[in-house]
């Protein structure tokens, strides 16, 4: 393998699409809306988070490709302090579990291809989508974006695991 940053960062991509889908598809279907306590995340909406995630922040904004979510699907999946909408636990809130995999793959996969065309010199300049200004301050580069990217879905993941072993 090339060990050039952007290439280990596709690397990374592509190894927690893996680790999460291996989570996906092992979650019980009783535990898609487990929570910890009320307005808190449940595997069905982390699942979504991840592929709001990806698609706001790396498709929209760092790859300037064509979001997936529509805005009216992505709230549902956004934090609360963004302007999204807090977790639920009525499945008729969100798309069905197989759909929101789907997505997430489409997500995933779009994000390694698009990946594929930076080199490790474009991960030092500035995001190039219209991304708001407390955004560009939180990613000052779009390699401290894919960097945290890489982060947060390890952290989400996490408790996807979490969820899916509570009793």
Known sequence: MDATKINLLIELFKSGRDHTLKIVDEMPESHRFKQLAPGKATPTWL???????????????????????SDEVGVYFAPE????????TQASDYPDWASLRS?????SDRVIAGLGRFS????????PG?????????????YSLLN?????????RG???????LN
């Not at 302090?81 to 639920?88: E, F, L, Q, R, Y």
């Not at 997505?103 to 997500?107: D, K, L, N, V, W």
């Not at 490790?120 to 995001?127: A, C, F, R, S, Y």
């Open 47 to 69: 699942l979504g988070h991840l592929t709001r995630t990806l698609d706001r922040l790396v498709i929209d904004w760092t790859l300037q490709e064509h979001a997936i979510l």
């Open 130 to 142: 219209n991304m708001p200004d407390d955004y560009r301050t939180r990613f000052p580069t779009i």
């Open 103 to 107: 997505t997430y793959i489409e997500a």
């Open 159 to 165: 408790q996807m695991g979490l969820l899916a072993k």
């Open 148 to 156: 945290l990217i890489t982060n947060h879905d390890a952290y989400h």
């Open 120 to 127: 490790d010199e474009d991960l030092d300049k500035p995001v």
């Open 81 to 88: 302090h963004v302007g999204g909408i807090a977790p639920s």
